[in-house]
């Protein structure tokens, strides 16, 4: 909302209802119409796959979700779970339009999703390499070596580079650099599974 009420347009991805609500609500009290193009709300979990997958809440903690594939949501104790719509960024681009449009970019994309951040970026690379994302702010925890080094790897490919923190970079390729990436950032985390480390990425 600070966003917009700057005059950039927001477009937000939320999955659970409840969330949804409270964001019309505040878009209410502060005079914005819910048919205004400023604030678009896609209500759906984004990850690197497009279908449906078992969204894991507490009622307690709104904020807090998790998904899983269905198959496997058997498996947890959680009474509080639902379906939800999940897409890729490369699919719902494609939809919209905002490849082919010349006019279209994003100032600043915040990938904050609970540890599935490297998701996410795996289900982006064509709109990263696009060029239509300036900024890129993103929130990871300690879940996956692999993807989160994989996620990288879209990163660096799409020819993003770190602003912060201030790592010394090492390597010539794209899968060497996030190599060196992944190990710092593994190291920063250690074996705190809570512990979470920002990252901006800039284009280079």
Same mark, same amino acid.
């Given at each position: 909302?600070?966003?917009?009420?700057?005059?950039?347009?927001?477009?937000s991805?939320?999955?659970?209802?409840?969330?949804? $609500?409270? /964001?019309?609500? =505040?878009?209410? /009290?502060?005079? %914005?119409?819910?048919?205004?193009?400023?604030?678009k709300? &896609?209500?759906?979990? #984004?990850?690197? #796959?497009?279908?449906?997958?078992?969204?894991?809440?507490?009622?307690?903690?709104?904020?807090?979700?998790?998904?899983?594939?269905?198959?496997?949501?058997?498996?947890?104790?959680?009474?509080? @779970?639902?379906?939800?719509?999940?897409?890729? $960024?490369?699919?719902?681009?494609?939809?919209?339009? +905002? $490849?082919?449009n010349?006019? %279209?970019?994003?100032?600043?994309? @915040?990938?904050?999703?609970?540890?599935?951040? !490297?998701?996410?970026? $795996?289900?982006?690379?064509? /709109?990263?390499?696009?060029?239509?994302?300036?900024?890129?702010?993103?929130?990871?925890?300690? %879940?996956?070596? =692999?993807?989160?080094?994989? =996620? %990288?790897?879209?990163? &660096?490919?799409?020819?993003?580079?770190? @602003?912060?923190?201030?790592? !010394? #970079?090492k390597?010539?390729?794209?899968?060497?650099?996030? @190599?060196?990436?992944?190990? +710092?950032? /593994?190291?920063?985390?250690? =074996?705190?599974?809570?512990? #979470?480390?920002?990252? +901006?990425?800039?284009?280079?």
């Amino acid at each position: 909302l600070l966003s917009a009420s700057l005059g950039h347009k927001v477009i937000s991805f939320e999955p659970n209802p409840a969330n949804v $609500l409270r /964001l019309c609500d =505040s878009l209410r /009290l502060n005079d %914005f119409n819910l048919g205004d193009p400023e604030v678009k709300i &896609f209500q759906k979990a #984004v990850s690197n #796959v497009h279908g449906e997958e078992m969204m894991l809440y507490s009622p307690k903690n709104p904020g807090q979700a998790f998904l899983k594939p269905i198959e496997n949501a058997h498996e947890e104790t959680n009474d509080h @779970k639902a379906k939800t719509t999940v897409i890729m $960024l490369d699919k719902l681009a494609e939809e919209q339009g +905002w $490849l082919a449009n010349p006019n %279209f970019e994003i100032k600043l994309l @915040k990938i904050d999703v609970e540890g599935k951040e !490297p998701q996410v970026t $795996l289900g982006a690379p064509n /709109l990263l390499k696009s060029g239509k994302v300036e900024n890129i702010l993103t929130e990871g925890r300690r %879940f996956g070596r =692999s993807n989160i080094r994989d =996620s %990288f790897v879209v990163f &660096f490919d799409a020819g993003y580079t770190i @602003k912060e923190p201030e790592i !010394p #970079v090492k390597g010539k390729t794209p899968e060497e650099k996030a @190599k060196f990436v992944c190990d +710092w950032y /593994l190291e920063k985390l250690g =074996s705190n599974s809570m512990k #979470v480390v920002d990252m +901006w990425w800039v284009r280079a």
